[in-house]
């Protein structure tokens, strides 16, 4: 699953969200006004432009979850 952070009218952000729809991929969209600030500042030095696509990693039990992030 993906996490889309998007913004009000946001052209891109529609077109992703379209393209995940059709392929039947899970993603959930956040609007960045939504987020507080710091989060956001954080998140700019990686993304610097809309939309932010982050990967959502599910594991069965917090000892694969240490196990997959010492690792990587």
């Known amino acids: 699953m993906y996490l889309i952070i998007g913004k009000k009218?946001?052209?891109q952000c529609?077109?992703?969200k379209n393209l995940l729809f059709t392929k039947n991929i899970t993603y959930h969209y956040v609007d960045n006004d939504t987020i507080d600030r710091e989060t956001m500042l954080y998140l700019k030095g990686y993304f610097p432009t809309f939309p932010m696509v982050l990967e959502v990693k599910s594991f069965?039990?917090?000892a694969r979850m240490l196990s997959h992030f010492r690792d990587v």
């Open 9 to 11: 009218e946001c052209v």
């Open 14 to 16: 529609d077109v992703l």
């Open 60 to 62: 069965p039990d917090f």
